[in-house]
């Protein structure tokens, strides 16, 4: 469900770019990525299932929408530029262990150390959602 939702979503935020800035879209979806990511650690039962499937949602359009701003205004330095983005996405390759990690212990942050392992993408999500207001005022000013 989550990987159907995701690609639904894909079409309907894609659509959406066409009245709303990249980087406020962008800003929105890590906010409410950031909310499903504590609905599922604080939440029991099926909401808390529900708001860990809403994490896809709100995730797919992050990457083309950070890919696309962070190579705006890049011109002929666009190959390089696109090279390192996609090698950045190497540093993502550590988050599962590092979550992994954070599973094998006891508990983790005052919850469970599977639920607490979810603090990982919070964090993540609240650098994008920096970028992504950032993005926004630069567009705007």
Do not use: W
């Not at 800003?27 to 990511?37: E, K, Q, R, W």
């Not at 939440?43 to 890919?67: A, K």
């Not at 599962?96 to 954070?102: V, Y």
């Not at 094998?104 to 999500?125: E, H, K, N, Q």
Request: hydrophobic share 55%.
């Amino acid at each position: 469900m989550a990987m159907v939702l995701f690609l639904g979503s894909r079409f309907i935020f894609t659509g959406m770019l066409k009245f709303v800035s990249p980087g406020a879209l962008l800003f929105v979806l890590s906010v409410a990525a950031i909310a499903t990511t504590l609905g599922a650690i604080y939440i029991d039962g099926m909401t808390g299932l529900y708001s860990l499937v809403g994490v896809s949602i709100c995730m797919s359009l992050m990457f083309p929408t950070i890919y696309g701003l962070a190579l705006g205004g890049t011109g002929s330095d666009a190959k390089l530029g696109s090279a390192g983005l996609i090698l950045a996405i190497v540093g993502g390759a550590f988050m599962p262990r590092l979550q992994g990690q954070i599973m094998d212990l006891d508990s983790f942050m005052g919850v469970s150390a599977t639920r607490g392992s979810f603090y990982l993408p919070v964090i993540c999500f609240v650098v994008i959602t920096a970028y992504g207001l950032l993005c926004f005022k630069k567009k705007e000013a």
